[in-house]
């Protein structure tokens, strides 16, 4: 399996970085080395001092497709759930300064703590769901679906052309503004629609 993520998909995280809203998806890979499941606990690494939470809601793909139509897209998930993109922001920084791919910022083992999956059928509608992140009780990041640059059904279109989807995947739909760092006993608690989805401490 792999995860596919969206950069830039709300627009007060694109002022909040001074990054250009660019006109197509900006998507990025994540091997499956960086999962972390059942709130196991994140290990701050030791190449970055500048590590970001952004909290992002999940769409798990259930079978396999290429060069889906965005009105077929709601056919390959059944599920959803939160997740967080933790960034090493002063790699990525330098990254950026050069040209080079965020890889080394983005898809290092353990940057993607993923909650459980809840059936989509349980949300009335996805494109208008309420999800946060607290940080030590204090609420960091806040937003709803709706605010979305691109819409869920097309984002799967999109990344289909380029990339086969796999039973399993995992498409990581962008985070708002609020993003920040984390420090070592940070405790992270991310909610989607009031439901406590990922409880889990930095270490």
């Known amino acids: 399996m792999k995860i596919i993520a969206v950069g830039r998909n709300y627009v007060e995280h694109i002022q ?13 890979l994540k091997p499956e080395t960086a999962i972390l499941y059942r709130n196991a606990p994140f290990f701050y690494p030791d190449f970055s001092t500048d590590v970001h939470h952004e909290v992002e809601v ?23 759930g939160l997740g967080i993109d933790f960034t090493a922001r002063d790699v990525q920084s330098k990254l950026k300064a050069k040209g080079l791919p965020w890889e080394l910022a ?10 459980e999956f809840i059936p989509k059928t349980e949300f009335a509608d996805l494109q208008n769901l309420n999800f946060d992140l607290a940080i030590n009780g204090e609420m960091r990041q806040q937003s709803n679906t709706s605010l979305m640059l691109f819409r869920i059904d097309f984002l799967i279109a999109y990344v289909s052309r380029y990339f086969l989807l796999q ?20 405790r992270l608690v991310a ?5 406590e989805m990922l409880n889990f401490g930095v270490k």
Do not use: C, M
């Open 16 to 28: 909040e970085l001074n990054n250009e809203q660019s006109g197509d998806p900006v998507i990025f």
């Open 58 to 80: 999940l769409v798990k793909i259930n079978r396999v497709g290429k060069n889906i139509e965005e009105r077929f897209a709601h056919k390959y998930y059944d599920e959803i």
């Open 106 to 115: 983005k898809a290092f083992n353990g940057s993607a703590p993923v909650s």
């Open 167 to 186: 039973k399993g995947d995992i498409l990581f739909t962008g985070t708002p503004k609020g993003v920040g760092p984390v420090q070592i006993g940070d």
């Open 191 to 195: 909610s989607l629609e009031g439901r």
